[in-house]
């Protein structure tokens, strides 16, 4: 999860296997990995990309899952199809043998990610999409949705795969999309095929041979240190001079970031710019947003339900649950809005309770039904 106040500046608890108070001893290098961010801008390229919008009334399952979280209103959230040209770079024979197919879109690899939109959103769509395609490709592939939506305070989640953006925290850094997708890296097995890195006796032993954390953000726990040596390996990677040109104590934490890219080349160059890719997340199911009477009167002028099945020729990536926001703390004080307790709707025992029984009455006298 990612936090703003100046840079990464909160703790979060990781659902897969961390527990609360697990805070890191060693020194953070620096504050936050704000520095970072100019060369990042300059050197993950930005990537073609044309989209569209759902039909009225469509809405993402997760999409509608994360928003109704936070308390918003589904009916708010537009949804879109947003192809990236470097998803189908490999296959263009397929374009050519299937041209007269109907089947053409599902074999040449172009599958669209699924990105949501508050209306309310301090950031915009385009700025969304832009930001986004900007991680390599091999790193976006484990990202299932992206959502933008509204409060007042920007900070950022991941919940199994799907990255929930708020307020402005995009403002054009891709390192916030990198720390995130770090956590998909790490917590869907993309570093490691059997387990996720940050718990890993590989990961303890080369953390404990360096004096420091990148930075604070980085202490909270090991999920979190893993996703910001993400950011820092992915620097080192694309920025002329590495990390050393921007960190001149860059070997406080070199066994670190080390690690994160021995893993990362291993399974494919993850955080190298360029190729194409080769695995998806399923998405989640469009379902009808629902909700009051005019929903649904306008349901029955519904379009025809998104497509969003996978090319066939894209292997699938295994699902986990797990949610990087499900506690936080910092400085800037958001915290991810939970459930109270499960309403008690028993009735007292002095009441004796009626049977159910079921029944079925006509539509309201005088109103047509269709």
Same mark, same amino acid.
């Given at each position: ?42 050197n ?28 918003l ?5 537009e ?19 299937y ?43 484990y ?25 402005? !925290? ?5 390192? !916030?999309?990198l ?25 303890i032993?080369?953390?404990?041979q360096?004096s420091?954390?990148p ?10 240190n ?23 104590n860059?070997q ?9 890219d ?6 494919g160059?993850?955080? !190298? ?15 009808e ?16 339900k ?50 159910p029984?079921?029944?079925? !009455? ?9």
């Amino acid at each position: 999860m990612y936090m703003q106040s100046l840079g990464f500046a909160a703790a979060v608890l990781s659902a897969i296997s961390l527990v609360d108070g697990q805070r890191l001893d060693k020194p953070p290098l620096t504050n936050d990995l704000e520095y970072l961010r100019p060369g990042l801008l300059d050197n993950l390229p930005s990537v073609n990309q044309n989209h569209d919008k759902w039909g009225d009334g469509w809405i993402a399952q997760d999409c509608k899952n994360m928003a109704e979280e936070q308390g918003l209103n589904a009916a708010d959230v537009e949804t879109w199809n947003v192809k990236y040209d470097d998803v189908n770079s490999h296959c263009l024979s397929c374009h050519y043998l299937y041209s007269r197919s109907l089947l053409m879109n599902k074999l040449q690899c172009g599958d669209a990610w699924v990105v949501c939109h508050h209306k309310d959103a301090q950031s915009s769509l385009d700025d969304l999409i832009a930001v986004f395609g900007r991680l390599p490709v091999h790193t976006r592939q484990y990202v299932r949705h992206v959502i933008a939506l509204p409060d007042d305070g920007p900070w950022a989640y991941n919940a199994g795969g799907n990255i929930a953006m708020f307020a402005d !925290v995009i403002h054009d850094n891709p390192a !916030v999309f990198l720390h995130e997708a770090g956590h998909s890296l790490d917590l869907l097995n993309a570093y490691l095929p059997d387990q996720a890195l940050s718990s890993s006796q590989n990961w303890i032993d080369n953390y404990n041979q360096d004096s420091n954390v990148p930075d604070n953000y980085a202490q909270s726990n090991q999920v979190e240190n893993v996703a910001q040596n993400t950011v820092v390996d992915t620097f080192n990677l694309v920025v002329d001079g590495g990390f050393a040109s921007v960190q001149s104590n860059s070997q406080a934490i070199f066994h670190q970031y080390a690690t994160v890219d021995t893993k990362q080349r291993e399974a494919g160059d993850l955080l !190298v710019p360029g190729g194409s890719c080769t695995s998806r997340l399923t998405n989640s199911a469009p379902v009808e947003i629902g909700g009051g009477a005019k929903s649904r009167v306008k349901a029955r002028m519904l379009k025809e339900k998104p497509d969003v099945s996978l090319s066939i020729n894209v292997a699938r990536i295994e699902p986990k649950d797990f949610h990087t926001g499900e506690i936080c703390a910092g400085t800037f004080g958001k915290k991810m809005k939970k459930r109270g307790e499960k309403p008690n709707v028993e009735l007292s025992s002095e009441v004796n309770v009626i049977p159910p029984k079921d029944f079925k !009455v006509g539509g309201y006298p005088g109103r047509k039904r269709s």
